[in-house]
């Protein structure tokens, strides 16, 4: 059987192909509460998209299964175990600024431009004819092959959760929504909280400047590129505050203002935001902040979260006590994404950590909840994802390494990466596709778009994975 030739099938479909992605991508498929219901718990466009691959699946002869809205399953083939390839027909919503609109699948220079053309509705189409080809060649098959179309992929992953609950976990699957070649290596995640409660105020000892609110970044996993500080005190304390500023400023080359008003000093603090996953790429304005802060002396309360803040944020987690790394997935990286301080002494400290792969999540949470005993603070964990990985040595690997290299003719890498993929909900699954290396990453970006060519060559190359995976 190895002498099917994959392109050629796809090229016989090419018409079908292009034609069934565009109408495809003409569903607006964004989550939509405002339309939901007991059968479409994400709205009536969701709903529309996931009919549509259904029933397409019945054209064809398919198993399909519709759990209640939450998730698809399309499955042909015979076996005890399943292959499962896990893709998403959900989109992120549109800004304006598009050429063409978002939702009319306009092909222009051998692109077809629309919302989810590359995030994940064109890559799960190319999927769907995948394993079209392999049902029309009447290949023999051991496994079944289930693909799994899931419906929140980009808010809250409620599909997968449901659909875990009342369906098996596949032997062996991949998920066509992040990288070519393959992705294997996925850092564990998890969002922390360091928090101190409300304080009776110390007035016994008095202090000339009190610093009566901080506050920088709004999620976990950006670099919070703005900071903010309200400091009172005498006008002329604060003056000399301010001078100090803008010359921290004018040092380390930064943006920044600063205002005085009456008895209140407002500094702001400009820095670069950055995802999460690499620090060093930002400029984090809550710890630069903190760190020009901690050079005077506010009420103790004050003081000591500064200081907690310039002690704890280095961006391999040294401090805290959790610093890892390994050959597989580098080092451990530390994010300080959410910072909040008033003058009532309610305080908090927020990290983004992604820690390798061979690293104990349980361990570096146990030495978190020691930092936190040890500053009297009460520590929480507000999300946590274990790390994906899946060795090199194993048939998944293998086989898929095998595909790309004979029909892509370079070689299979395996990546690893601090972010996290929809790979990570299946217990041996990776990342396989849809984009190829140095391609534009246009997911989420106004005019996103999927090359034809690009589309044509993944349904090849996710026929023959799906056929050498599940073969018998
Ligand atoms: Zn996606």
Avoid at 69 to 92: K, R, T
Avoid at 351 to 358: A, G, Q
Avoid at 364 to 382: D, M, R, W
């Amino acid at each position: 059987m190895s002498n099917i030739n994959w392109t050629e099938e796809v090229v016989k479909r090419k018409a079908e192909l292009i034609e069934e992605t565009q109408n495809f991508l003409r569903i607006n498929s964004i989550l939509d509460e405002s339309s939901s219901a007991d059968t479409q718990p994400f709205g009536t466009g969701i709903q529309e998209a996931m009919n549509f691959l259904l029933q397409k699946g019945e054209q064809y002869n398919f198993f399909v299964k519709d759990l209640n809205g939450y998730a698809g399953i399309i499955e042909y083939g015979e076996g005890e175990e399943s292959v499962g390839i896990l893709c998403h027909i959900d989109v992120v919503p549109v800004a304006d600024g598009w050429t063409s609109e978002p939702f009319t699948a306009e092909i222009r220079d051998g692109r077809i431009y629309a919302r989810g053309a590359i995030d994940n509705k064109g890559p799960t189409m190319a999927v769907f004819y995948a394993l079209a080809i392999v049902k029309e060649l009447d290949l023999p098959l051991s496994k079944r092959v289930r693909i799994i179309i899931g419906t929140d992929e980009e808010s809250n992953w409620r599909c997968v959760d449901h659909y875990f609950k009342h369906e098996e976990m596949p032997t062996v699957g991949f998920a066509p929504d992040a990288d070519f070649p393959i992705i294997n290596a996925e850092k564990g995640i998890t969002d922390v909280t360091f928090n101190w409660g409300q304080k009776e105020t110390s007035n016994s000892t008095q202090v000339s400047l009190y610093l009566s609110r901080f506050q920088a970044g709004e999620r976990f996993n950006m670099v919070p590129d703005k900071a903010r500080a309200m400091i009172s005190g005498e006008r002329e304390q604060l003056e000399k505050v301010e001078e100090r500023f803008r010359k921290f400023l004018l040092n380390n080359e930064h943006n920044g203002s600063a205002q005085v008003e009456d008895q209140l000093l407002i500094l702001s603090y400009e820095g670069v935001a950055a995802h999460g996953s690499t620090p060093e790429n930002g400029l984090n304005a809550g710890v630069y902040l903190a760190q020009f802060l901690s050079g005077t002396s506010f009420q103790k309360e004050a003081n000591d979260y500064l200081e907690f803040i310039i002690q704890y944020s280095d961006f391999n987690g040294e401090a805290l006590g959790i610093a890892a790394y390994d050959e597989v997935s580098g080092a451990l990286s530390l994010n300080g994404g959410l910072f909040y301080f008033d003058e009532s002494g309610e305080a908090k400290v927020g990290f983004n950590i992604r820690y390798p792969v061979t690293t104990s999540g349980e361990q570096c949470i146990e030495k978190l909840k020691q930092v936190a005993l040890t500053n009297n603070a009460v520590f929480t964990v507000h999300d946590h994802m274990e790390p994906n990985y899946v060795n090199e040595t194993h048939p998944l690997i293998q086989t898929l390494q095998a595909v790309y290299k004979r029909q892509v003719g370079e070689e299979p890498k395996l990546l690893a990466i601090g972010g996290g993929t929809y790979a990570r909900s299946l217990d041996t699954g990776v990342a396989f596709g849809p984009m190829f290396p140095g391609r534009e990453d246009v997911a989420h970006k106004k005019d996103e778009y999927i090359v034809i060519d690009d589309l044509l060559r993944m349904t090849a190359i996710y026929a023959e994975a799906i056929y050498e995976l599940a073969k018998g």
